[in-house]
């Protein structure tokens, strides 16, 4: 089994700002790598596929990067709705999903 | 548009079975691999099952494997998941998802509680 691990848990940042998630596997997935949106009673929103392709409608802040086993998404400049949780997933082993546990992004 | 409309979530014993549906809409149905996901309170998200377009395939973590059973019917453009010897630890709202992760639904919310 693949074993996503996500840094920081909580990532304090304040609007304007650069804001950089990590997300690690336990063995090469590739690019098969996508990372996730939520926000509070909200269903996941993708934004990352195929770890740097942005999904339709994403904002262009928004930029995922790496491959194999080391993985970033980059808001550039943090809006107020970009405050949210954060996920990767990796599908190397297709139809087999592996979520990372998240990484809150919060207000400074 | 495109949509998934899961239900059939609710409070139930530990023990006791629940079949949770996906109406989905707004797309071809029938060539979709489709995923169930689900989240327990304040944690993060768990992957429960996934189906082929045609049925024929299903896979499950070790978590839920013999107790949970995925299905559907492209007639219906409906997916289920049928829940069985359900424990506490199940308790989650659990999500069904289009192959791709483009497209989830709202989610439905078991409790599992005596």
């Known amino acids: 089994e693949i074993v996503m691990t996500q840094s920081p848990a909580t990532l304090s940042v304040s609007p304007g700002e650069r804001a950089t998630l990590s997300c690690r596997a336990s063995?090469?997935?590739?690019?098969?790598l996508a990372w996730y949106q939520q926000k509070p009673g909200q269903a996941p929103r993708l934004l990352i596929y195929?770890?740097?392709t942005r999904a339709t409608g994403i904002p262009a802040r928004f930029s995922g990067s790496g491959s194999g086993t080391e993985f970033n998404l980059t808001i550039s400049s943090l809006q107020s709705e970009d405050f949210a949780l954060y996920f990767c997933?990796?599908?190397?082993?297709?139809?087999?999903?592996?979520f990372g546990q998240g990484t809150k992004v919060e207000i400074k | 548009q495109v949509q998934l409309v899961e239900s059939g979530g609710g409070v139930v014993q530990p023990g006791r079975s629940l079949r949770l549906s996906c109406a989905a809409s707004g797309f071809t149905f029938s060539i979709f691999a489709m995923h169930w996901v689900r989240q327990a309170p304040g944690k993060g998200l768990e992957w429960v099952a996934v189906i082929s377009y045609d049925g024929n395939n299903k896979y499950y973590p070790d978590s839920v494997k013999g107790r949970f059973t995925v299905s559907r019917d492209n007639s219906q453009n409906t997916l289920y998941l049928r829940m069985s010897s359900l424990r506490p630890e199940d308790t989650a709202v659990y999500y069904c998802?289009?192959?791709?992760?483009?497209?989830w639904g709202q989610g439905t919310l078991v409790t599992v509680s005596s």
């Open positions: 195929s770890a740097s």
């Open positions: 997933q990796q599908y190397k082993n297709w139809p087999l999903w592996t």
């Open positions: 063995q090469s997935v590739g690019i098969t």
């Open positions: 998802v289009r192959d791709l992760g483009e497209v």
